[in-house]
């Protein structure tokens, strides 16, 4: 008798043990859930109160105002996010868009063909990537130091080709891509949509894509995987430069000017909103409509502040906020998902 009632309180035992751990696994699971879709909630919450405090925010003039605001933003983002993905990072994609429309629009107005211009831009962009991931992948440089050194150079380089001065007078033809509208909808967000597009097929469906996150989740096991772990590191750095120079073109184009400060409001949001896109910075984990959900929150947020009236100064702080809470976010979901 002794025996079988030791034998119930051991089976109660284990199925009180199994019920907690499915507790403890749903609880985990429920979690990761809201930490990796935080960002889209955190966007509904922020139109909402936008909404609330100022109606026009809902008008279509701001919401497409917003799209157009983000594309640049979002694609360089994107760019930059190939090598987030990997534990690695590029801080040189601000100054490779700045130097790369400079010296693309310098030749246009020399007398190059503007179509011929855009291409130079982004072949400039991605060669400096392709250094850039030369330089990380085969003579082991630290690509924190290393792209924050290529940043200086071209960032300089930009304010010596202009000697200071803002390169204006741009064609029509060149910044159409930039200011013009099909039917009446700006162009700049189709471009914004259809690079998004393009990149989660990237990630998702390719080799390159499954390459990515097998190097940034774990680089020694990749490699005996038999993944060529430099040329990939090579390629998202490439990219990287690549959407840097496309970035450059169209920001540009929508300025119609290139100034010796160009785009260096991106330096922080393009890193904030990949990271609270769910971009991990320890490598490995991250996803396209992330990414795109992080950078339309800051822009929402930057638009949004402008729209209520708030000082420029206010404006600063909330995209300094936002940074702090993306790293808060990332060590969580580090913490909790391992």
Known sequence: ????????????????????????????????????????????????IMGLFQPIFFSSVILSNILVQATVLGILTAGLSFTILLGDIDLSV?????????????????????????????????????????????????????????????????????????????????????????????????????????????????????????????????????IKVDNIRIAAFTVSGMLAGLSGYLLSGYMGAVTSTFGTEYTMNSIAASVIGGVSLSGGRGSIPGILGGVLLLTVIQVGLQVLGISSYYVQMAGGLMIFIAVLIDAIRVRIQG
């Open 94 to 226: 601000v100054g490779n868009m700045a130097f790369s429309a400079a010296l693309g629009t310098l030749a246009m107005k020399a007398g190059l063909p503007w179509g011929l211009a855009v291409v130079m831009i982004i072949l400039i962009g991605l060669i400096f990537g392709f250094i850039n991931g030369w330089l990380i992948a085969k003579l082991k440089a630290v690509a924190l130091i290393e792209t924050l050194a290529m940043n200086m150079i071209l960032t300089g380089g930009v304010i010596a080709v202009t000697k200071g001065r803002s390169i204006v007078g741009l064609s029509d033809s060149y910044k159409w891509a930039g200011q013009g509208r099909i039917f009446g909808v700006p162009f700049l967000p189709i471009i914004f949509i259809v690079v998004y597009i393009i990149l989660y097929i990237v990630w998702t469906r390719t080799a390159l894509g499954r390459s990515l996150y097998a190097v940034g989740g774990n680089e020694k096991s990749a490699y005996v995987s038999g």
């Open 1 to 48: 008798m002794k025996k079988e009632d030791g034998k119930i309180m051991s089976l109660l035992k284990k199925i009180a043990a199994e019920k907690q751990q499915q507790i403890r696994d749903n609880s985990l699971n429920a979690s990761s859930l809201i930490l990796n879709n935080i960002v889209w909630l955190l966007l509904v919450l922020s139109i909402v």
